[in-house]
């Protein structure tokens, strides 16, 4: 074995090796250090403030080097609250069907402030709502079995739009309509005006 070299633990390594730069140095790491974390994360989606504060707390970063660099990518443009609400509430409500209630659900727990959520949200109208929560009904609608009970499949489908956080009266009259326009119109009328 060359002199200066010992054993690790999978084979011998060179006196002097650097650590991974994925690694933060002992005592928290630097700010140079914590703003690569960012940016890595960063590479792979958008993410809140907080999200990155919490992922730098994990990797061992010190509450100071975290706020440098934390601040730092703020001032530059790459963390941006109301950016990050704004995307996040498009893509899931466009393309996960969520309501608005689930929305500001998830908002809150990455973090994002409400005056940045409030925005972003409003940005989804009651109409953009309804159309959302028709086409998720109609795409339930085509696996359901054809003889499955009435009352069960109001149930199901209210619930179904329920958890993904659109209001109860929404959802029935979603479903109401849905379940008029999928069966006859007999069947339509004998709906109660809610779910009480």
Same mark, same amino acid.
């Given at each position: 074995?060359?002199?200066?070299?010992?054993?690790?633990?999978?084979?011998?390594?060179?006196?002097?090796?650097?650590?991974?730069?994925?690694?933060?140095?002992?005592?928290?790491?630097?700010?140079?250090?914590?703003?690569? /974390?960012?940016? =890595?994360?960063?590479?792979?989606?958008?993410?809140?403030?907080?999200?990155?504060?919490?992922?730098?707390?994990?990797?061992?970063?010190?509450?100071?080097?975290?706020?440098? /660099?934390?601040?730092?990518?703020?001032?530059?443009?790459?963390?941006?609250? /109301?950016?990050?609400?704004?995307?996040?509430?498009?893509?899931?409500?466009?393309?996960?069907?969520?309501?608005?209630?689930?929305?500001?659900?998830?908002?809150?727990?990455?973090?994002?402030?409400?005056?940045?959520?409030?925005?972003?949200?409003?940005?989804?109208?009651?109409?953009?709502?309804?159309?959302?929560?028709?086409?998720?009904?109609?795409?339930?609608?085509?696996?359901?079995?054809?003889?499955?009970?009435?009352?069960?499949?109001? =149930?199901?489908?209210?619930?179904?739009? /329920?958890?993904?956080?659109?209001?109860?009266?929404?959802?029935?009259?979603?479903?109401?309509?849905?379940?008029?326009?999928?069966?006859?119109?007999?069947?339509?009328?004998?709906?109660?005006?809610?779910?009480?």
């Amino acid at each position: 074995m060359a002199a200066g070299s010992e054993w690790g633990p999978s084979g011998p390594k060179q006196a002097g090796t650097r650590r991974s730069s994925s690694e933060p140095a002992p005592q928290g790491g630097t700010v140079e250090q914590a703003k690569d /974390a960012c940016l =890595r994360l960063l590479a792979v989606r958008a993410r809140s403030r907080a999200e990155l504060a919490q992922r730098l707390a994990a990797k061992g970063f010190t509450a100071e080097v975290s706020e440098s /660099a934390l601040a730092r990518l703020t001032d530059v443009g790459l963390i941006d609250d /109301a950016a990050f609400a704004e995307e996040w509430v498009h893509a899931r409500h466009t393309f996960s069907g969520k309501g608005k209630q689930a929305l500001a659900q998830e908002l809150r727990r990455k973090g994002v402030a409400q005056s940045d959520a409030a925005p972003a949200l409003a940005a989804i109208t009651a109409d953009d709502e309804e159309s959302r929560a028709i086409d998720l009904v109609r795409r339930k609608l085509r696996t359901m079995p054809a003889n499955l009970d009435r009352d069960k499949a109001i =149930r199901r489908l209210v619930g179904m739009l /329920a958890r993904r956080g659109y209001n109860q009266s929404t959802a029935y009259r979603v479903v109401k309509a849905e379940l008029a326009a999928h069966g006859s119109a007999a069947d339509a009328e004998n709906l109660p005006d809610s779910l009480d």
